[in-house]
């Protein structure tokens, strides 16, 4: 059953890769199928012999217990926090999706109480008899995809309300916990130090310097606390869990964030926002908070997802919620002035492909070195893939900084900045031009 949940597993996060990715349907549909027939086949029952009833079929009996065996094991161990309970779902949702898709249109032939598909009822879009309305293929995916979404969501909070009598059975916890933590570009990796450059020790004081390998969300939210001495809430989360899943301590955090605001006495900060930093780290709060350390860095996929900022509010992606002249003007402002550059991102923004325009960025601060490592096959192929997480970006940056600087693959024995393509033009620029109050350096955020 552990190996069945691993299949299950690796089809799902092959689904939010595609998804990442911004591949289309039909894209998605061609690059799953091998994988979902290999790992996770779930043939339809008209598949059977004719002479066998489907219940008794050897084979479909096999494939369907293998389904169930994996699904509700994945439901156990990704019931433990909101975020993970979210992305389950999601996925799920994605897999069945799929599946409804391909299956045999003679097991799709449905009739259902006209009180669940009332508007289309009111459209006149389906015929009614006895009570009972008949769905055309054609409008029967929201309605099912829409059920199954929803009885999903309701299962996993009752099976959630159900972890704590779990956390006494010593062999099926670290099952669990191995599931989640190991499950592709799970959030959870970058509480175990997935973006953390090993060896180097990451202080208050190294911040400004690192802030050149940054991604553009956490380059921004760094140049705002740097000039305003201040962030706030969702935009002070999302920068603190950064940082932690980049190697910054606790009590390195603290003093960061203490320096950092320096409008606030120290009795103000200590009131309002340490308890918050603590938080973040998992020092504080309930038990599940700080057995779990704390909520996990966020992914794109979560910024991007999250509430959109509002008035005075830097939380969010730029390429998501700036305006494309806002998003130009900061992309420039950090040494990104390459026209051909900027008309992609302009490009994948107006369709929505915002990890793509990340990742072109990326690529064009750091061309040099990614020729370097694509030509001496310093890195393996998962090493290039994209970018689909900040602190990847991060820890990416920074070993390519440090290829070209000590001509070393791996991690680097320090931290430092200035191998980086993007050093002397990026934050420290920005923050003098907009310390200086020169209004053509103002990067102000807006919605699109």
Known sequence: MHANSFCACAVLAELEACSYRNKSHAE????????????????????????????????????????????????????????????????????????YQTDDAREKAAFVDWTRV???????????????????S?????????????????????????????????????????????????????????????????????????????????????????????????????????????????????IFWRKAFFKHTDDEFNKQYKYNIRHAYGDVGGDANRRGKGPAPFSCQRILSDNSPGVGQTHGCPYRHFSVENLMA?????????????????????????HIACNRVFEYTHRDALKKVKEE?????????????????????????????TGEAGAGAGMGCGSCPMAGTGASRTIKREGNGDADGDVKMEEN
Request: hydrophobic share 40%.
């Open 138 to 254: 054609r409008e029967q995916m929201s309605m099912v995809v829409a059920e199954f979404t929803a009885r999903l969501k309701a299962a996993m909070e009752l099976t959630a309300r159900a972890l704590p009598r779990l956390d006494e059975d010593d062999r099926l916890a670290p099952i669990l916990d191995h599931l989640s933590k190991n499950f592709g570009t799970s959030d959870s990796l970058y509480l175990d130090g997935e973006g953390v450059v090993p060896g180097s020790a990451i202080t208050a004081d190294s911040i400004d310097a690192l802030s050149v390998h940054f991604p553009l969300c956490m380059r921004w939210l760094h140049i705002k606390l740097r000039k305003e001495g201040h962030l706030k809430h969702f935009g002070r989360l999302q920068y603190t869990l950064f940082l932690k899943g980049i190697g910054l301590p606790l009590d390195e955090a603290i």
């Open 377 to 405: 096959g310093l890195w393996d192929k998962s090493e290039l893939d994209t970018i689909v997480h900040p602190n990847t970006y991060f820890k990416r940056s920074y070993l390519l900084g440090q290829l070209m600087s």
């Open 28 to 99: 998605t549909l061609a690059h799953i199928t091998p994988i979902i027939d290999k790992k996770l086949k779930l043939s339809a029952n008209s598949s059977a012999p004719s002479t066998t009833p489907p219940s008794q079929d050897a084979r479909l009996r096999a494939e369907r217990q293998k389904d169930h065996y994996s699904h509700f094991i994945l439901r156990l161990a990704f019931a433990s926090t909101e975020d993970l309970r979210a992305r389950f779902v999601r996925l799920e949702t994605m897999l069945f999706k799929l599946r």
């Open 330 to 354: 900061l992309l420039q402002s950090t040494g990104v002035n390459d026209p051909e550059t900027l008309r992609g991102v302009r490009e994948d923004v107006a369709k929505q492909r915002y």
């Open 118 to 136: 009332p508007e289309l009822v009111e459209r006149r879009n389906v015929f009614l008899r006895k009570g009972k309305a008949y769905v055309p």
